[in-house]
């Protein structure tokens, strides 16, 4: 059985604040999953989720109060966990007067790779997120993409086995996001686990194999995007121009919802009733110009999955 | 070793690029201001007069860049979340306060380096005689700052910039007074406020024993073992501050 590259096991904390560390706030109540190699793994959630705070207690930036967290089997309270790991936070603010390639280069030593390598390890990320010749250039002067590229390629150095994203692609124009969305799926084709934090959902669908949902410090549903779109109820659409102003009411009475759109009129069916309301169509004489399957969207997993959650979540620590 | 030889070499590149030698040019602006001083009126203890100003005006120069540079260290890496990035490679965050203690280190050497060379080049030209007392308190004064760095790391390991710089500036004073506090317990006339100032002088570094600048000016001799003593009871307290560093630091949240 392969390692996992990321392990969490029932990860638990709570921040204690004020002056006296008398004022609570509970972030994380018995997080559990983990990430294998080769694998994206995305997680998801509203804003003082614990996302964060289950990345900075992976990063050990944060100390757990209860459970484990693993990185390829070794605790991450010890600093080799750390060892083969790339990773981009949030809004990340780097040593600004460094270029990009003395950055690098940073990460290169710290990371306490092969000294022969360094020169050809660090041209290479460099090349990889399309730095050119900016690399030279003190990282105060970036723009907020460029900055995230100098990021990543310290990420990338040493060729990761586990690499951990925070909302890479927030302040990305469309070809940064391309780039970011390339290196996730190059990273994947060549076995390194991807965890993957982001508020972006079409981001999360269109990239990671499994996802877990974040909520409140827990986790609500966790799965592979096909199981956790499959709960949800498809619908389709049909589009039919009727014979007269109105539908026949038995067909009316299968329907979700329908809109008039000029001479058309747009229905929508639920899965199970649509063979009968398709029949029903054609029997009234009807003429079906389309049906189509509604696509589930995580979004609308997303919203459901936080129907009777708290409305005012509570982790968000600036 | 190449992690915090790394660290270092970062800490010292930001701080050069961040107009730190500014401070370099403020002191051989005070130089060539007491040349003209000088070299307009008769001052009767010439050497004196320009052995004293040139320790005095580097001595505060020095003290407070590394107030500057140590007292908001650890904390401004956890505010702007640069230790993210650096905690996220097989670093142990001891390792980490060491990494950027040495550098600030280096970054204090670098500049005090070039200061001395500016300051023996006006001793030069005036023609003042360098005794052995001046070596002896460019030591002290090297190693007071390397203890005022390591008490900066501390307190910046668990407050913010500002009240980390209080902290430190308070102890400084509180250091240069402890033959003062030592008196106060001699000779006090409450036994309360003597034995508040023989445990007061027990905890505080006596920093007034590294300071030879008086015995600079005057010209007198300095006793190379006062100079060790004095550096290894620093180097002492330097290593306390930096393992109290390390120990708050491995144990907070950055959140």
């Keep these: ?318 | 070793m190449r992690p915090l030889f790394a660290l270092m070499w970062a800490g010292f590149i930001e701080a050069r690029r961040n107009r730190i030698t500014v401070v370099v040019a403020a002191f051989a602006a005070c130089l060539i201001l007491l040349t003209t001083v000088v070299l307009n009126s008769t001052v009767f203890t010439l050497g004196r007069a320009v052995t004293d100003f040139g320790l005095g005006v580097m001595s505060f120069l020095m003290v407070g860049l590394t107030v500057f540079l140590s007292g908001g260290m650890l904390s401004s890496e956890i505010e702007k979340r640069t230790v993210f990035l650096i905690m996220s490679r097989p670093i142990s965050r001891p390792r980490f306060v060491l990494g950027r203690y040495l550098g600030t280190v280096l970054t204090l050497t670098t500049l005090m380096a070039v200061m001395v060379v500016l300051y023996l080049s006006q001793l030069f030209f005036f023609e003042v005689p360098v005794t052995s007392a001046i070596p002896a308190a460019l030591v002290g004064l090297w190693v007071e700052l390397a203890l005022i760095a390591a008490m900066g790391f501390f307190f910046s390991s668990f407050t913010s910039r500002i009240v980390s710089a209080i902290s430190v500036v308070g102890l400084y004073f509180l250091g240069h007074a402890a033959p003062d506090v030592h008196q106060l317990s001699l000779y006090a006339k409450s036994e309360v406020v003597q034995a508040a100032a023989r445990v007061l002088y027990r905890i505080i570094p006596n920093l007034d024993a590294l300071d030879f600048r008086s015995e600079a000016a005057w010209g007198a001799s300095v006793q190379a073992s006062d100079v060790l003593i004095a550096s290894a009871t620093a180097a002492g307290w330097t290593l306390v501050f930096l393992v109290g560093a390390a120990l708050a630091f491995s144990r907070r949240d950055f959140r």
Excluded: W
């Design chain 1, 1 to 318: 059985m392969t390692t996992p590259a990321v392990e969490c096991i029932g990860l638990e904390k709570t921040y204690r604040l004020g002056f006296l560390a008398n004022r609570k706030v509970l972030a994380l109540r018995g997080v559990s999953f983990t990430v294998n190699p080769g694998e994206v793994f995305g997680l998801i959630g509203p804003n003082g989720a614990g996302k964060s705070t289950t990345i900075k207690i992976l990063l050990n930036l944060v100390l757990n109060d209860r459970g484990h967290a693993r990185m390829f089997g070794v605790d991450v309270s010890n600093p080799a966990s750390r060892r083969g790991l790339g990773f981009v936070p949030e809004s990340p603010v780097p040593y600004e007067y460094l270029s990009a390639r003395e950055y690098v280069s940073l990460q290169y030593e710290l990371a306490q790779l092969p000294p022969a390598d360094r020169h050809a390890e660090v041209e290479r990320v460099l090349a990889r997120v399309e730095l050119g010749d900016a690399a030279a250039l003190p990282i105060r002067r970036y723009s907020k993409g460029m900055v995230q590229r100098a990021m990543l390629a310290g990420a990338l150095i040493g060729r990761p086995r586990v690499v951990i994203l925070d909302e890479p692609t927030s302040g990305l124009d469309p070809l940064g996001r391309r780039l970011v969305s390339d290196i996730i799926l190059d990273l994947r084709r060549s076995g390194v686990a991807v965890l993957f934090c982001t508020h972006l959902l079409s981001d999360v669908e269109s990239l990671c194999d499994r996802v877990a949902l974040l909520v409140s410090g827990s986790i609500r549903k966790e799965g592979t995007m096909a199981s956790l779109l499959s709960g949800a109820q498809r619908s389709h659409e049909i589009m039919v121009e009727p014979a007269s102003a109105e539908l026949p009411a038995e067909v009316s009475g299968l329907c979700e919802s329908s809109e008039r759109v000029g001479q058309h009129v747009l229905l929508r069916v639920a899965d199970e009733r649509l063979q009968a309301a398709l029949a029903k169509l054609i029997g009234a004489g009807v003429k079906v110009l389309r049906v189509q399957p509604l696509r589930v969207s995580l979004e609308a997993t997303f919203l459901e999955a936080m129907k009777g959650a708290p409305t005012r979540v509570g982790g968000e620590l600036e």
